[in-house]
């Protein structure tokens, strides 16, 4: 693991899931070039792979820069490139800096070691993520943070990666009186006159592989002291009515979509459908809905509450035989039953199985750190089902993230 495990451990005991104070800890991350490499990995893979999937914003000063964003995605990351290298490259000016969200998506590495800092902030299993988590990164060179002062709508975990140092202020208690303030619905309420405030600040230098806690709603601002990329967490507090809304969504059979302009009552007509009850056992509305947040749950658990692999990071193809390969997680794999089934859940992804089946010794396996080979997950497989089922099961496993190689 890439941080000091043991000062983690105690971080989350202390201040899980509330953040409700600023915490810096210097040196937590304890190999800050690997992280550094594995967001490379996954911004070459997405540049080179998925372009059009990749959630990047580019700024310069003050501003969001949509033909500098384009130049990004256009522009894929050479074999061997850094974030940093990138952005010299591909940016006009060292103002220039970008955000990307999701970065773990593209990289099975990368998602692992995240989801293994996850873990521990909810492993006393009093609280989950139901909305889950973004794992973003921020690549900059020089200069003030583009959007000026200004404060998120859920607490900011930074993991400064370097090389260079970077600079943060902190302001608590909202200092910030009217007329200098304004409002942003992306960023709450953002001043650009910086340096007039820095006095009643809290300052912090981030070296690399310090961390940084941002309590939410608490103003804040970055200045870069050279290149460097960190590795920022958001942990999005629950989402009630859009998790249950999908889940009732999710409850409807497949329907004709509706047309783009339809009458009234078409849309009306639908929503008699999703709220359909016809009091066979089983069928219960209630049931149907609580069966779909189950199921959305153990698509965040089995891939650590972080968003599943994009396709691009994904094998295309099944590995060799007798290639040695590894569970990506404990937990990786869960079951869950189905009308005409066993719903698997895999790394964040379901996959429908038209047999009964008790996969609990599967489940149970992915704890195990010891190396196997396909052939061998194929045997380990349940022999309740058929045996090409069992040899398909096993590669949709791999294909789905849920087996690496070590």
């Known amino acids: 693991m890439s941080i000091d495990l043991k000062t983690w451990k105690a971080f989350a005991a202390a201040h899980a899931p509330d953040f409700t104070r600023t915490v810096y800890l210097p040196g937590l991350v304890t190999d800050p070039e690997h992280l550094r490499r594995l967001i490379d990995e996954g911004l070459r893979t997405a540049t080179r792979k998925a372009p059009g999937d990749l959630r990047l914003r580019a700024f310069r000063p003050g501003a969001f820069d949509y033909r500098l964003t384009q130049r990004f995605v256009n522009t894929p990351l050479d074999d061997g490139e850094s974030a940093t290298d990138w952005l010299a490259r591909t940016a006009d000016s060292d103002e220039s800096c970008l955000a990307v969200n999701d970065i773990a998506a ?69 200092p910030f009186d009217a007329s200098g303030i304004t409002p942003s619905p992306s960023f709450g309420r953002i001043t650009f006159d910086i340096e007039e405030h820095l006095g009643s600040a809290e300052r912090h230098l981030l070296r690399p592989g310090d961390f940084l806690l941002i309590p939410q709603d608490t103003y804040h601002v970055f200045r870069n002291l050279g290149p460097s990329t960190f590795l920022g ?76 692999p994009h396709r691009a990071a994904l094998p295309a193809t099944p590995p060799a035989p007798g290639t040695p390969l590894r569970w990506a997680r404990p937990g ?7 009308p005409d089934g066993t719903v698997l859940v ?12 008790d996969f609990t010794a599967l489940e149970n396996a992915t704890a195990s750190t010891a190396p196997f080979t396909l052939e061998e997950l194929t045997a380990a497989l349940p022999d309740t089902l058929p045996p090409g089922s069992r040899a398909e099961l096993a590669r949709a496993l791999h294909t789905m993230g849920a087996v690496t190689a070590p």
Do not use: C, M
């Not at 404060?151 to 608590?172: A, R, T």
């Not at 990786?332 to 189905?338: D, I, T």
């Open 106 to 174: 593209f990289s099975l590495p990368l998602g692992t070691e995240a989801a293994r800092i996850v873990a521990e902030l909810v492993a006393d299993e009093r609280h989950e993520l139901p909305s889950g988590t973004d794992v973003y990164t921020f690549v900059a060179h020089s200069g003030w943070t583009p959007f000026g002062i200004h404060k998120d709508g859920e607490p900011s975990l930074i993991f400064h990666l370097g090389p260079s140092p970077k600079e943060v202020w902190v302001w608590h208690d909202h």
């Open 233 to 308: 967490l958001t942990l999005y507090p629950v989402r009630t009515r859009s998790l249950i809304t999908e889940a009732l969504w999710r409850t409807a059979e497949p329907a004709e979509a509706l047309a783009a302009y339809p009458p009234a009552r078409h849309v009306t007509d639908r929503a008699r459908t999703l709220l359909r009850d016809d009091g066979t056992p089983g069928t219960a509305l209630a049931d149907r809905v609580a069966h779909q947040l189950a199921l959305a749950r153990l698509r965040l658990r089995t891939n650590g509450y972080l968003s599943p």
């Open 332 to 338: 990786a794999v869960a079951a869950a039953p189905h």
């Open 346 to 357: 895999a790394r964040g992804r379901t996959l429908t199985i038209p047999h009964r089946a």
